[in-house]
């Protein structure tokens, strides 16, 4: 591969991340937004979703092969 390929491909790697920052800061915004609206109208409580949140995370985090680590 010559240079300037090398030089495109990194320049498509910076695009894609930048492209990648801006949809998670979005989806931050609308998350924040539908949390506030829930606990604005009443529907869950901010330790409802604190708690939620935990569960999730736990649920989602991988355990170590060896649980003595």
Known sequence: M???????DQVNWIAQLADLKHAHYH???L??????????KGIMTAHDIAVMSAELDKSFTPLPADPKL
């Open 27 to 29: 989806n931050s915004l």
């Open 31 to 40: 998350v924040t937004a539908l949390i506030e609206l829930l606990v604005e």
């Open 2 to 8: 010559n240079r300037i390929n090398q030089h495109l």
